[in-house]
């Protein structure tokens, strides 16, 4: 079977199942495993590049958006090169992916019109679902059976290490500027680590907060884990919170509980490194009773 991955966290499903060899396209974002960086290209951004302030970044894209203007889009002669039997997409992010119509055009002009599976995760649960559809659309159920298993079980092994504990009180932030929160499966991930996300709600959109929000949270622990960028990135987007009048009213500040966490890999994308999201989460909320090992995912506000 020939696969092309239209998200990285797709892609990351695939090569955690075996499927390395049968990937024959990924996107401009795919980083994860270092293996994907060397796939063939099948998309591009259609905003130039904007870097700067994540103010800036929030007004170009919903500009974009409002215009009715799609954030990427297909090479569709690599594609057609590509020959897949098989597409993975989503529906779920306007700005995370390709949009899902055109993704389904692209794949009507091919010859042999190819499968195309839309994976729309919302929680945690969902997320391992995910793997299991791409597991039933790629023939390898059991593997992907397997993977599941062992991801429920350290899953399992977290509630256990920190069942009985006080929940400390978290918010997660997906933006600074505006300020939005983290939702989908993010707040699945809070709960299984010990933790209490007073902002967010599993299986619901991250959407914009307002500062008289976060200060009413009062978060006990303050999680900065902007959509994309990985560790270094989101603990510069920390100086934005920093210089904020509402900064030292909040009790995580208070308390040096203020954490810059790897966004992109841990959190932000809906595929198995999730785990690790949790596991981080608990290293950080519940650090004597969570001893496994972690990834360097986060780092503590200095």
């Given at each position: 079977?020939?696969?092309?991955?239209?998200l990285p966290s797709a892609t990351e499903i695939c090569f955690a199942l075996g499927l390395g060899q049968s990937l024959v396209g990924v996107t401009h974002e795919c980083d994860f495993p270092p293996q994907a960086e060397f796939k063939p290209i099948m998309t591009e951004a259609t905003?130039?590049?904007?870097?700067?302030?994540?103010?800036d970044i929030d007004r170009h894209v919903r500009e974009a958006v409002h215009q009715g203007?799609?954030?990427y889009r297909v090479r569709q002669e690599e594609l057609a090169r590509a020959r897949p039997d098989?597409?993975?997409?989503?529906?779920?992010?306007e700005v995370c992916a390709v949009a899902y119509p055109q993704v389904l055009e692209s794949a009507r002009l091919l010859p042999g019109h190819p499968a195309v599976l839309s994976l729309e995760p919302t929680t945690l649960a969902g997320v391992l679902r995910s793997v299991l559809e791409v597991g039933a659309a790629t023939g390898t159920r059991e593997r992907a059976a397997e993977l599941v298993r062992g991801l429920?079980?350290?899953?399992?092994?977290v509630r256990g290490a920190v069942a009985g504990r006080e929940r400390p009180r978290v918010a997660c932030l997906e933006w600074v500027d505006p300020l939005m929160l983290a939702g989908h499966w993010v707040p699945d991930q809070v709960a299984v680590a010990g933790g209490m996300d007073v902002l967010g709600v599993a299986g619901e959109r991250s959407r914009r907060l307002s500062t008289d929000e976060l200060r009413a949270a009062a978060p006990e622990v303050?999680?900065?884990m902007p959509c994309g960028y990985r560790l270094e990135g989101a603990a510069e987007q920390l100086a934005i919170l920093r210089s904020?009048?509402?900064w030292n009213d909040l009790p995580a500040v208070a308390s040096g509980q203020v954490y810059a966490v790897d966004g992109s890999w841990y959190f932000n994308r809906p595929?198995?490194?999730?785990?690790?999201?949790i596991e981080i989460l608990a290293k950080i909320l519940h650090p004597d009773a969570w001893r496994g090992p972690v990834p360097q995912g986060f780092q503590r506000a200095g």
């Amino acid at each position: 079977m020939r696969i092309v991955s239209l998200l990285p966290s797709a892609t990351e499903i695939c090569f955690a199942l075996g499927l390395g060899q049968s990937l024959v396209g990924v996107t401009h974002e795919c980083d994860f495993p270092p293996q994907a960086e060397f796939k063939p290209i099948m998309t591009e951004a259609t905003l130039p590049e904007q870097g700067g302030a994540p103010g800036d970044i929030d007004r170009h894209v919903r500009e974009a958006v409002h215009q009715g203007s799609s954030l990427y889009r297909v090479r569709q002669e690599e594609l057609a090169r590509a020959r897949p039997d098989l597409i993975l997409t989503q529906e779920l992010c306007e700005v995370c992916a390709v949009a899902y119509p055109q993704v389904l055009e692209s794949a009507r002009l091919l010859p042999g019109h190819p499968a195309v599976l839309s994976l729309e995760p919302t929680t945690l649960a969902g997320v391992l679902r995910s793997v299991l559809e791409v597991g039933a659309a790629t023939g390898t159920r059991e593997r992907a059976a397997e993977l599941v298993r062992g991801l429920w079980a350290r899953v399992d092994a977290v509630r256990g290490a920190v069942a009985g504990r006080e929940r400390p009180r978290v918010a997660c932030l997906e933006w600074v500027d505006p300020l939005m929160l983290a939702g989908h499966w993010v707040p699945d991930q809070v709960a299984v680590a010990g933790g209490m996300d007073v902002l967010g709600v599993a299986g619901e959109r991250s959407r914009r907060l307002s500062t008289d929000e976060l200060r009413a949270a009062a978060p006990e622990v303050l999680l900065c884990m902007p959509c994309g960028y990985r560790l270094e990135g989101a603990a510069e987007q920390l100086a934005i919170l920093r210089s904020q009048p509402f900064w030292n009213d909040l009790p995580a500040v208070a308390s040096g509980q203020v954490y810059a966490v790897d966004g992109s890999w841990y959190f932000n994308r809906p595929g198995p490194r999730v785990i690790d999201g949790i596991e981080i989460l608990a290293k950080i909320l519940h650090p004597d009773a969570w001893r496994g090992p972690v990834p360097q995912g986060f780092q503590r506000a200095g």
